[in-house]
């Protein structure tokens, strides 16, 4: 079966370092991936996804940026964290090519930036 | 491009009550359907979901949707909530005709049931 991990759970960080979060999906191949920030009252955000590996498609201008150096490998990372990119960070894959597909998501990290 | 909106930001009912919560999207093509729940503590997990065919969807713990393509609604409900369905539900959309590659979640319902 397939299984998503995100790690890590919480991180708290200082304004100005970098952040790397990474997500890797198991027991599938291809599968598109998905990088959401949640925040309070406005759902969730989609940041980046890709379709393969090194495709990236960014959905909001921002201080973040991901990469995908393997199939099932996913980072999210920033040069200079801000006080604004604290959050809920949600990594999210789906059956690549298909029509009809949902998405699985993993458990989440947690940013605090201070 | 897809949008979602959910008709409330909170709910609040007694045990036993029944519950409808509102989700439109807006999109011209061919959509797929999703409530996802987010139990307080837990990572997100599929409510149910509409491809095609009946628009009356059965999901789980009791939860069923309906699709109305004329209003473009996709109305989550359950004629008796327990106060375990206390959590954060979200609507989400994606086009058939991007290989369902883009998901567009709504801003959530956080659903708070009283004992």
């Known amino acids: 079966s397939q299984t998503i991990h995100q790690w890590p759970a919480t991180l708290v960080q200082p304004v100005g370092s970098p952040l790397s979060l990474e997500c890797t999906v198991e027991?599938?191949?291809?599968?598109?991936l998905y990088w959401y920030r949640q925040a309070a009252g406005r759902g969730l955000q989609l940041l980046f996804y890709?379709?393969?590996?090194?495709?990236i498609s960014s959905e909001v201008p921002q201080n973040l940026s991901a990469s995908r150096p393997q199939d099932r490998q996913f980072i999210l990372s920033s040069k200079k964290l801000l006080l604004s990119d604290s959050g809920f960070y949600l990594c999210?894959?789906?059956?690549?090519?298909?029509?009809?597909?949902?998405?699985?998501f993993g458990q989440g990290t947690r940013l605090t930036v201070v | 491009a897809q949008s979602v909106s959910q008709h409330n930001h909170h709910v609040i009912l007694s045990e036993a009550a029944s519950l409808e919560l509102g989700c439109n999207y807006s999109?011209?093509?061919?959509?797929?359907l999703f409530w996802y729940v987010q139990y307080p503590g837990q990572h997100l997990q599929l409510l149910l979901k509409?491809?095609?065919?009946?628009?009356l969807v059965k999901g789980i713990k009791g939860f069923e949707a309906e699709f109305i393509k004329s209003k473009f609604s996709f109305n989550l409900r359950k004629p008796s909530v327990q106060w375990s369905d206390t959590a954060e539900y979200f609507c989400?959309?994606?086009?058939?005709?991007?290989?369902?590659?883009?998901?567009?979640f709504g801003p959530g319902t956080r659903l708070s049931v009283l004992p």
């Open positions: 989400a959309v994606n086009a058939q005709d991007n290989y369902g590659q883009n998901f567009v």
């Open positions: 509409y491809f095609s065919g009946d628009p």
């Open positions: 999109y011209g093509g061919t959509v797929n």
């Open positions: 027991g599938t191949s291809n599968p598109n």
């Open positions: 890709s379709v393969g590996i090194g495709q």
């Open positions: 999210a894959w789906s059956i690549w090519g298909a029509i009809n597909t949902e998405a699985f």
